[in-house]
Every structure is written in C-alpha cells, then in structure tokens.
C-alpha cells in the first residue's frame, strides 16, 4: 500500500479511478517521489535496494558511534554482536514492525535517522544531529517528530547547564517540525481521532489496540525497555560530559516512560490519554526502542568483567525474553532451550569472569577505530540480514521488490482488463491492486485512516459481511452468484476476478456476466469476467 502513488506519479495510467488512492493516500511524500524515480527508470527494485541499504546503514553508523562513545574496548566485536541481536529481534515491538523486518519501508528509514540523531549528539555532532532530524521528518512524519524533540531535549538540557543556546542547531530543528507539520497538512493520517481510534480497534489492532495483545507480547517489550533503561547506569555515563550524561539518563528515562505508558494507557483504557497515544499512533517509537535494545545488550556483554553481576544478569535474562517472542513472529520460538542455554552459559562465565578478576583490556582487539567507524556496522548488517532475514533462518535476499511471479501475473491480467476500469474481487486478495496497476472496489490492505474515505470503505466492507468476515474465512465466498454482481456493479466495477474452481461460475455468467480470459497461476486458474 505505500508504492502505488509513487507508481501513479510516474503512469497516469496507473491505478485511474481508484477510489482509495485518489482520496486516502499515505503521507509519505518522499517514498512516493522515490517510488517515482525507480518507475520511471524501470529500477524500482534497485531503487528499494538501494533506500533499505541506506536506512541500513544509517543504523549502523548509529550503533557504531554509540558504541565507540559509551563502550570501552572491542569495538568491532560489540558492534557485530549489537547489529546480529537487531536483525534476530522480533519483527513486530509494541504494536512496530522493526529493522529485523528487511523491507523497503519509510518508517523503518526514519526510526534509523532518529537513532542516529540521537547517537550524533552523543557523539558530540550536534549540527550533523540537527540535520538527521530533519531528513527524518522528510522520510517519515512521526519518526521525524521524534527526532526533532529528541534535538529539543538536547537545546534545553544545554541551555540549563551551560546556559548556551546553539542557533544553527535551533534553526534545524525548527525546521524539523516544521516539515513534519506541513506534511500533515498537506496529507493528513487520519480525518480525525475518532476515525483513526476505530481503525486500532477494527482494523489494525495488532498495531495500535493494546488490550487485544497476548502476555508474552507485553513481556517482549517490557524486556526491551529494561535493556534500554540500563543505559542510564552510572558505567557508561561516567565517560560522558555532564550534558551527554544528562541528556542520556533523560531520554532513556523519557523513553521507557513513553512506552510503557502508551501502552498501559492504551491497554486500560486510562480516560483521555489511552485514546490520545492510540489516536497519534506513539507506538511508532518502537524502531528507536529496539535499536536501543541492542546497543544496551552488546555493551553489557562487551563490558563484562566492569559490571555487577545484578546488571550484568538483568541485561542477559532481558536478551532471552526479548528475543523469544512467537506472538510476534519471532524468528526464534522454535529455539527456546537454546536462548535459555546461551543465557545460562553467559551467567556462568561472568560467574567465572569475577572469580578470576578478569579485566575488559583482555577483550579488546588492536584495531584503528577511526577507519572503522562508517563501515564495520554496516558490513555486520548488511551480512546478517541477508542471511537471517527469512523465516526459519534460510539464506536469501531480503524483500525489496513485488512478488515476481505474481507480478507477471498482473500484467496479464492487466492487458486484459482496460485502465480505469474497476475490478471485483474477492478482498483477501490483496495483491490485485499493486500487480495490476487497476482500481479495485475494496481490499483487507489498503485501509484509509479517516475521513470521507474510511466511510466509504466501511460501507463497501458491509456490502460483504463487515471486515471480520470479509477479511476472515468467509465473506465473498459466501455471496451467491446475484450478490456477487450486484456488489461489484453497486460500485461501478464492470469486470469480475474469480477462479476457475468457484462453483458460482456458471450462474454468475448466466445472469450477464461474460468470461473473456482464463490465465493460469500456480495451482490455480483464474477466470476474468465483463458485463457489457
């Protein structure tokens, strides 16, 4: 649902008299527009490859620069183990899907700027800081709203200490939420909070409706929020400046209260404010939560011999919970006794690390940290998702592009079926839309936030049972063959997309409907029908 307006923008062919598009697109103008350079070029799927290399490695050189700064020795070994335990973390943290998901997606671009950000203040790149932010805001609105406050903090906790205020930094972050500001305006996410409250609560619930989560979902995040808490811990902030030391114990302690009180707000429905966090979708801070996460485990391991044992066991036992996590298609549910063997086996040797005061120098390796700050991260990634991104640890190539098969797919389909026509089909198949290029009356994916449209989308949901059915086992397969035509000509869509095996064929064509083409796919055939 994010490619077709950039698509639209490069073929105005593309997509005409879809209701959905023209009157409920994302507010990702800067994905639209990148979208647009890869149609127009024919490189779309080198044009995502290289977006995701990007979000890439700007998370990497954030976990490089924090781990350079609040670290002390091995730094190519804490920042591989950092970028290895990101791409193994569960794909979806409090209601966010995550870097460990290896997409081109906007939000997982801005939430890496806003890790960077944060890691360039750190590291004392104030005005590179402020510019990040910014970029942030272009890619994506709620991750550069983030951003821009994080910079916000900084201004303020400088100026309380030092009473000194940076005016170019300022003005960077001005402009920060200023984007943020005019991208909402131009494109509003939801006609009002009413609208968007429904939409968790219907719709997305696994994103923002979290009194529908399971327990173990719940004990992941708050297993990600401990480790980042422990960043606060006087070890690291004893290498830093008053203001970095400042600045870090608040952000962590903002952090973790942020999301933790999203998510019980929302959870116990606290008046007033459960709806607000659901109705601005805070859990969008998730992305910078989980980057977090694994700079706090790699340093806790790295630094073993310096920590007590009572962080030191916290940090291990957090690791184990938040990395198995089935409910949210965690890679490793199937590896339970493994986690929790690897756990004890860390316990065992800080066990044995204190018995023989055992210092940090003994880990360290001889290397030019100075030549390997942009690049060790980013290698780590770049390695590790591509081998670890699939399901069951299978190696390949992470998702950039469309399904090819399917794609093929619709483009026959496509070069039956007129642009500006509509298509009717059965909802769950959501892919019609994107691989055809053509409007269709309604699908379970392409869910308009508000307005005018979500009325509209509702009503056309209805026709077929409500969501729940429609997007569940049943729903279009249920309608009998006068239904069928009756909802796809209710919306002016004058072409029928079945499959061969639908026992309603021969009755559908008898009221009118004419079958014109038959493509097969895979074990399917599929039958496209037109009523004159």
């Known amino acids: 649902m994010l490619s077709p307006k950039g698509i639209q923008l490069s073929n105005p062919d593309a997509f005409v008299n879809d209701y959905f598009l023209q009157n409920a697109p994302q507010p990702h103008i800067a994905f639209d527009a990148i979208t647009y350079l890869g149609e127009r070029t024919g490189l779309l799927g080198f044009t995502y490859l290289a977006y995701w290399l990007v979000a890439l490695l700007a998370l990497s050189v954030a976990i490089s620069l924090m781990i350079l700064k609040l670290g002390k020795t091995n730094f190519i070994g804490t920042t591989t183990l950092a970028v290895v335990f990101l791409v193994l973390a569960p794909i979806s943290f409090l209601g966010t899907t995550t870097p460990a998901l290896a997409r081109a997606i ?4 801005g939430g ?14 104030v005005r590179w800081a402020g510019a990040v932010a910014f970029l942030a805001a272009v890619m994506h609105v709620q991750n550069g709203l983030i951003a821009a406050a994080v910079v916000l903090l900084w201004l303020i906790i400088t100026f309380v200490i030092n009473r000194s205020v ?3 930094l300022v003005l960077e972050t001005v402009l920060a939420f200023a984007v943020v500001f005019a991208i909402l305006k131009l494109r509003p996410i939801a006609g009002n909070p009413e609208d968007f409250l429904f939409v968790c609560r219907e719709y997305i619930p696994y994103h923002c409706e979290a009194d529908t989560w399971v327990l173990d ?3 992941t995040g708050i297993a990600g929020l401990t480790l980042v808490a422990l960043l606060a811990s006087s070890i690291f902030a004893e290498r830093l400046n008053k203001v970095t030391a400042t600045f870090v114990r608040v952000l962590v302690a903002g952090l973790v209260f942020a999301n933790l009180f999203v998510v019980f707000a929302d959870r116990y429905n606290v008046p007033v404010l459960g709806e607000l966090f659901q109705a601005t979708n805070a859990y969008r801070i998730g992305v910078l939560t989980v980057g977090l996460a694994s700079i706090s485990f790699a340093l806790h391991l790295s630094l073993i011999s310096s920590l007590s044992k009572k962080h030191f066991y916290v940090a291990v036992v957090s690791g184990v919970l938040f990395l198995n996590a089935p409910s949210d298609g965690g890679y490793l549910s199937n590896m339970k006794i493994g986690l929790l063997a690897v756990g004890l086996f860390l316990i065992l040797v800080k066990h044995a690390i204190d018995r023989k005061q055992i210092d940090d120098s003994q880990f360290s390796l001889p290397v030019s940290q100075s030549v390997v700050i942009p690049f060790t991260g980013f290698i780590a990634a770049t390695l590790s998702v591509l081998a670890l991104a699939g399901p069951s640890f299978t190696f390949g ?8 098969a399917r794609a093929d797919l619709g483009k026959q389909i496509a070069s039956v079926i007129p642009s500006g026509e509509t298509i009717a089909m059965d909802p769950k198949r959501n892919w019609v839309r994107l691989s055809t290029e053509r409007a269709v009356v309604v699908d379970c994916k392409y869910v308009p936030y508000g307005g005018p449209a979500l009325l509209e989308y509702r009503k056309r949901l209805d026709q077929l049972g409500g969501f729940g059915n429609t997007c569940g086992l049943k729903g279009f397969s249920e309608l009998k063959p006068i239904e069928v035509s009756e909802f796809a000509q209710k919306f002016d869509a004058n072409y ?3 499959t061969a095996s639908d026992v309603r064929l021969d009755d559908i064509k008898e009221i009118g409907w004419d079958e014109i083409e038959r493509i097969p796919y895979s074990n399917t055939t599929f039958v496209i029908l037109r009523k004159e």
């Open 397 to 404: 190539l992470p998702v950039l592009s469309f399904n090819s």
């Open 217 to 219: 979902r719940l004990a």
């Open 106 to 109: 906007p939000h997982v671009m």
């Open 496 to 498: 029928l997309l079945l």
């Open 166 to 168: 940076d005016a170019i």
């Open 112 to 125: 890496s700027l806003a890790l960077l950000t944060i890691s360039l203040l750190i590291f004392g790149k």
